[in-house]
């Protein structure tokens, strides 16, 4: 299958996951594996608190949550605003 025809598959498989929530991790599979990642996380983030949760992870020991070395790095990037600290996983 051409690049074009899988990222299409994957967008396709994005908005079923929308609908139906139990296809994320199957679907965060997909997608890291189209980008040649390990892993891939879905979460929300409140800015105000500065705190996220995870809501589906593919990849990742829950124990893990998040890579705390990125977070650092976020957190100086001014663009991204500042860095989050997970409160709760999937």
Do not use: H
Not at 4 to 12: T, Y
Not at 53 to 68: H, I, K, M, T, V
Not at 80 to 85: D, V
């Amino acid at each position: 299958m051409r690049e074009a025809e899988r990222l299409s598959a994957l967008i396709g498989d994005i908005y079923d996951a929308a609908l139906d929530p139990e296809l994320w991790i199957d679907v965060l599979e997909k997608a890291a594996k189209f980008v040649g990642g390990p892993a891939a996380s879905i979460y929300s983030r409140d800015a105000v608190s500065r705190t996220a949760s995870a809501a589906y992870q593919f990849g990742l020991e829950p124990r893990w949550g998040c890579f705390p070395d990125f977070w650092r790095a976020l957190a100086k990037c001014p663009l991204a605003g500042a860095a989050p600290r997970f409160v709760s996983q999937a």
